[in-house]
C-alpha cells in the first residue's frame, strides 16, 4: 500500500513539473525568443569558421594543428603578425594567405623529411584577423572577429544588447569602398521581423556598424 501512495505522488510530481515548464514555455517574452534565436545565429555563424574551405589564414588567428599519432607535433599555434607559425622540427612556416587545407599539405610536405608518410590536420579555432567594429548605443561596443559570411545581425547579436537610448531603426553599417566611405541603412525593428532581408547585408573586414 506504502509504494501504491509513493507512486502515486511521483507521477503527480512529474505531471506537475511537465505542466510548470509548458507554462514556462508559452509565457515567454518574445524578446527572450528573439535572443535566443539570435544566439543560435551566432552559434552557427561560429561553427561555419572552421567549416570554410575558402577561409585565408591571417595574423593572430589561432590554429589547431593535429598530426595523426605525433602528439608531440599537434598542438595549437598562434599566427605571428609576420604571418608564421613555429612549429617542432620545421621552425617558421608561411600560415598567412593559405587555406587551412593548403597549409595542411605544405606542413605534411615538410615533415616527410623526419616522419614516413605524416597525416596533417589544420582547423582554425579563433578568428582574430578579420574584425568588424559596432560602436554607439549598445552595452559591448568594440571590435569583433568576422565570422564567414557573418551578416549585421548576428554582429548586433555579439554587442550586449542595446541602451534604452538606441535608434533601432536608424541603425548604418559604414563600409569604405574605393577610398571612400559608404552608408548602408538598417533597420533592426525590420530585420527580426524578416522585413527587407536585403538590407542584413552579410559584412567585410574594416566595417563599422553604428547605432545612434
Known amino acids: 500500500m506504502r509504494s501504491t501512495i509513493v ?3 511521483a507521477a503527480c510530481l512529474m505531471a506537475g513539473g511537465a505542466q510548470a515548464r509548458s507554462e514556462g514555455r508559452t509565457a515567454q517574452d518574445p524578446k527572450e525568443e528573439v535572443k535566443g534565436a ?31 599519432k605525433e602528439e608531440q607535433l599537434t598542438r595549437t599555434v598562434p599566427v605571428r603578425p609576420d604571418g608564421k607559425i613555429t612549429l617542432p622540427l620545421l621552425n617558421d612556416v608561411q600560415a598567412a594567405g593559405l587555406t587551412p587545407m593548403e597549409l595542411a599539405g605544405v606542413i605534411s610536405e615538410q615533415l616527410k623529411k623526419y616522419i614516413n608518410n605524416p597525416q596533417v590536420t589544420v582547423s582554425v579555432t579563433e578568428i582574430n584577423s578579420r574584425r568588424v567594429y559596432v560602436t554607439g548605443e549598445v552595452s559591448k561596443a568594440g571590435a569583433y572577429a568576422l565570422l564567414p559570411r557573418m551578416t549585421v545581425l548576428q554582429a548586433l547579436s555579439s554587442s550586449g544588447g542595446f541602451t534604452q537610448f538606441a535608434r533601432v531603426k536608424n541603425i548604418y553599417v559604414l563600409r569604405t569602398e574605393n577610398g571612400k566611405q559608404v552608408k548602408m541603412p538598417f533597420n533592426y525593428k525590420e530585420a527580426v521581423r524578416g522585413i527587407n532581408p536585403e538590407q542584413n547585408i552579410e559584412l567585410l573586414p574594416g566595417d563599422v556598424i553604428v547605432v545612434p
Open 7 to 9: 507512486m502515486i505522488l
Open 38 to 68: 539570435k544566439s543560435d545565429a551566432r552559434l552557427t555563424a561560429a561553427s561555419r569558421a572552421g567549416e570554410d574551405p575558402a577561409y585565408k589564414i591571417g595574423p593572430q588567428d589561432l590554429l589547431k594543428i593535429d598530426v595523426w
